[in-house]
């Protein structure tokens, strides 16, 4: 553990108050079920009647409010605040587009992102390109386009020597950093701030003739719960800006603090349920705007604050729909067991958080709880998506809905025995609009080759074909 951290001063510890009917599926949670009948207008039989099942179903109006509660959350601590959404959590179009809408720019890692954001007009110069890797090609156009760079590694700082020669001009580009953080960093990517290699690296940035150092960005990982964590990097990274800003021709011009903020959704091992534990966007402001108030000079020019938000976003955006195929009853010692068409190929953050998982549709019947295991489609073992949840008694037919499928499903989603199901948007007018259409099985094949000597087709006309084939 670092000096950083054996330094800090005493913090009083903080009692908060969690309501019980948060407290997940315990003994308690007898509360009655909620059931999704319809989404923001659209009901569910209507959307699964015309879309299919399963379906990813996205809700416009839920998105836009949590991006606008977001950067509200940060302008009321700190300005200039841009909100520069992560695409990796979600890169359909119609939700990229709709948070570009709302005034967000695009935080890209690959070339093929960039082309999204591009096509959906977003301009460079409201693009942040990050990532561990980033080719010469898309690195020069992002450079050349005025994009916000953000360098990895001294093999980066070189590839942008070479993209800002051919460019012919001086260009600013970002580094990223990474630090001890106590829960563990993310150091697989950018320059350690403790070890001087972030310091040299600055160092190096600034002597060059091609580049000028203009932003610090700092990724803490993902699903961190911590604003605290987020406090103690803003406070190392502001410092930084000001070591670096003294002496040089201009000062450091952004200060990009990366995604990671959690959404409601809950891991698994985790006691108390997402929705009552993430913190807050305010209390992210807090933590940030906080540590930039301390060590910034109150006067002059501050820093843009460039936040990366994923997850927070879109992931309470979206839930799955999905139907019973079958039911193992189950008996007083052991829980019964559900069949979904939707598999985690299809909801593969069931790795890692207990998805929530709610009756769905027109129900007649509800009856007294049951315990099941929910399975998808796939002939695996490991097709499991809840091992145990409550449910009232299902049969065959009913419908059911995983809540807050909207960060990191669609994207990570795999082609797997089956074609990808599609995703609606539902405006807030309650009109649903296919956003991405399901894949077609047959397709599927569309694009393998056949050697000639496999082909069954081929060899039955051809009479020079060795026998047996
Ligand atoms: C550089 C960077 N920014 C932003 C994000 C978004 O993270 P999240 O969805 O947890 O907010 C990620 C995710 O890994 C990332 O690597």
């Given amino acids: 553990m670092s000096s950083e951290f054996r330094r800090r001063p005493y913090e009083r510890p903080a009692l908060t108050r969690h309501p019980l009917e948060n407290l997940g599926t315990g003994a308690w949670a007898h509360r009655p079920f909620p059931v ?18 399963p379906l990813y179903v996205i809700r416009e109006g839920v998105l836009r409010d949590r991006v606008r509660a977001f950067r509200a959350a940060f302008e009321a601590r700190y300005r200039p605040v841009t909100v520069a959404y992560s695409y990796k959590t979600n890169y359909l179009s119609a939700v990229c587009a709709v948070l570009h809408q709302e005034g967000a720019w695009a935080e890209v890692v690959s070339g093929f992102e960039y082309d999204i954001a ?203 729909l999905a139907t019973v195929l079958s039911v193992r009853e189950g008996t007083p010692a052991e829980s019964g067991a559900l069949v979904l068409d939707a598999g985690v190929h299809v909801l593969p953050t069931t790795t890692w958080y207990r998805m929530e998982l709610v009756p769905a549709g027109v ?34 037919g009913d419908r059911v809905a995983f809540l807050d499928a909207g960060a990191y499903n669609i994207s990570q989603s795999l082609q797997l025995v089956r074609g990808r199901p599609a995703v609606v948007l539902v405006d807030p007018a309650g009109r649903a609009h296919v956003i991405r259409e399901a894949e077609d099985p047959r397709r599927l094949a569309e694009r393998d080759r056949l ?18 084939t």
């Fill in 36 to 53: 999704v009948q319809d989404v923001d207008g659209a009901t569910v039989e209507d959307l699964l009647s015309r879309f299919g099942s």
């Fill in 118 to 320: 591009l096509d959906l007009g977003c301009p460079g110069d409201r693009i942040v390109y990050n990532g561990p890797y980033k080719d010469e090609a898309s690195l020069g156009r992002a450079l050349a386009m005025g994009s916000l760079v953000n360098l990895d590694s001294m093999t980066e700082v070189l590839r942008a020597e070479t993209a800002a020669q051919r460019l012919g001009r001086r260009v600013p580009v970002g580094m990223r950093v990474n630090m001890a953080q106590e829960e563990g960093a993310w150091d697989k990517f950018g320059l350690n701030l403790d070890n001087g290699q972030a310091l040299d690296t600055a160092r190096r940035i600034g002597a060059s003739e091609g580049l000028r150092l203009a932003g610090l960005h700092c990724h803490l990982g993902t699903y961190v719960s911590d604003p605290g964590a987020y406090g103690r990097a803003a406070e190392r990274l502001a410092r930084l800006a000001l070591d670096l800003g003294a002496g040089a021709e201009r000062p450091i011009e952004y200060l990009d603090l990366g995604g990671g903020y959690a959404s409601r959704s809950t891991l698994h091992g985790q006691l108390l349920s997402g929705a009552a534990t993430a913190p807050t966007p305010g209390q992210y402001a807090e933590a940030i705007a906080g540590a930039l108030h301390e060590v910034l000079p109150e006067t002059g020019a501050r820093p843009r604050l460039i936040l990366e938000p994923g997850r927070a976003l879109v992931d309470e955006a979206a839930l799955m």
């Fill in 363 to 396: 129900r007649e019947r509800m009856g007294p709880p049951r315990e099941y295991s929910v399975h998808g489609p796939l002939p695996l073992d490991a097709d499991v998506l809840r091992d145990r949840v409550r449910l009232p008694p299902m049969v065959p």
């Fill in 451 to 468: 050697p000639a000597h496999l082909d069954a087709h081929a060899a039955a006309h051809d009479p020079e074909a060795p026998p047996g």
